[in-house]
């Protein structure tokens, strides 16, 4: 469902909605707090203490839209399944109370031709959605989490991905950039949809429209005449097994699986899937909806606090005419507010299935920051630095692309 699509756009300044480093001033969600300034380290991902993985689990409180993907179980399950180089976390303490973290990899890439060395935020395609953990979302604490972070002088680049829009994170590595001469770069990737559910008495499509309520009765009708419809939610450990069996079935029963993307054809996504529901089977939803008892369609929902993230959705292609995940994500809305849910955040880009429920749209955007090193600034200047000049002098642009096409045949 969610492959992560990065869009060319360039954007040099903070994105909409943030003040400029200079300018950053206290809000509800980043604000300082008159504290000293926190000790920052970066340290092995295996070697953490009981005691900041308690700490880890009460700095998620400050970020719920952000919580399910940064939390240690989340980590713990992509790190045994992608197995990155290098795992590594940037922690903060105060008086020996974690107050900062972040989860992240150390990676060599080549950059025009030249060996370089990134700091990657723990992330890939199955990642939506990435930031660092603050107490009540610090700044003073995520800057000091990047100075950190700056200050190692091992990496050539940082590149934080998926940092949705409000992000403290984004905010403070903009500052720290500034601060320390770094080169920055915000991308915007995607705007990512998101739907507050309305509360009883209101009716559960509330806000949809006309015609889209319409369109789901019509295809409920079509649906019913084929058979008996049901609907089930597995959760907890006893049933997931086989449910995820099917989850898996279904997403390779159609298009996924002549490109070869179905979860259970790409061995490490299906290790990474399997793991997160070992670690946090209490806190995922699997939605079923058969059909004379065929499976049609299913879901995969990580429930924290009161959001629902859907993860992964599937559907049968012999039910696509009837817009099976659909009259699943009805069904699971409805169920949503039976359990007292506020939100179902759909993750990923904006489709033209999930705009039919009137969800806002969340933006996210990738930061780059490059060191002053000159390893750091050639990786600027060939990947970003001469692709913005060249749009400000008349030729240049023609020029710096004679010299990657030269580049490339050679």
Not at 239 to 266: D, M, P
């Amino acid at each position: 469902m969610h492959e992560l699509q990065v869009r060319a756009t360039i954007v040099t300044p903070p994105p909409p909605g943030a003040a400029a480093p200079d300018e950053a001033s206290p809000s509800e969600l980043t604000h300082r707090e008159p504290e000293a300034a926190a000790e920052a380290a970066i340290v092995n991902l295996a070697s953490i203490s009981e005691a900041d993985r308690s700490g880890w689990r009460e700095l998620l409180a400050s970020r719920d839209e952000s919580a399910p993907f940064v939390e240690e179980e989340w980590v713990a399950a992509w790190s045994q399944a992608f197995r990155p180089r290098e795992a590594l976390l940037v922690c903060g303490w105060e008086g020996g109370r974690l107050v900062g973290l972040g989860a992240l990899q150390s990676l060599s890439e080549s950059w025009a031709g030249r060996r370089t060395g990134v700091l990657q935020s723990l992330t890939n395609f199955e990642s939506p959605r990435f930031e660092f953990l603050s107490s009540c979302s610090r700044l003073d604490v995520q800057e000091q989490l990047g100075r950190a972070l700056c200050d190692e002088r091992r990496w050539d680049v940082i590149r934080l991905e998926y940092l949705p829009e409000d992000s403290p994170t984004l905010r403070a590595g903009l500052k720290v950039a500034d601060e320390l001469g770094w080169h920055r770069v915000v991308e915007a990737t995607y705007e990512s949809p998101w739907r507050s559910l309305p509360r009883p008495p209101a009716a559960w499509d509330e806000g949809l429209t006309r015609k889209f309520k319409a369109n789901l009765r019509n295809r409920e009708r079509r649906l019913d005449a084929l058979g008996e419809v049901s609907f089930e939610v597995v959760t907890g450990s006893g049933a997931w097994h086989r449910a995820l069996q099917i989850f898996y079935e279904l997403e390779a029963s159609g298009w996924k699986r002549e490109r070869g993307t179905a979860i259970a054809q790409r061995a490490t996504a299906k290790a990474f899937y399997d793991g997160l529901v070992g670690r946090t089977a209490d806190h995922m939803w699997l939605p079923i909806l058969r059909v004379s008892g065929r499976p049609a369609a299913a879901q995969l929902v990580r429930v924290a606090g009161r959001t629902m993230f859907m993860l992964k959705t599937a559907y049968h292609p012999n039910f696509a005419p009837y817009a099976p995940g659909q009259l699943l994500t009805a069904r699971l809305i409805q169920h949503g507010i039976e359990q007292g849910m506020d939100a179902l955040d759909f993750l990923g880009e904006q489709m033209t299935w999930k705009a039919d429920w009137g969800a806002r749209l969340r933006p996210h955007y990738h930061l780059l920051l490059f060191s002053p090193s000159l390893t750091g600034r050639y990786a600027y200047w060939m990947r970003y630095g001469l692709r913005e000049r060249a749009k400000a002098v008349p030729g240049l642009r023609r020029l710096v692309r004679w010299l990657r096409a030269r580049r490339g045949r050679a």
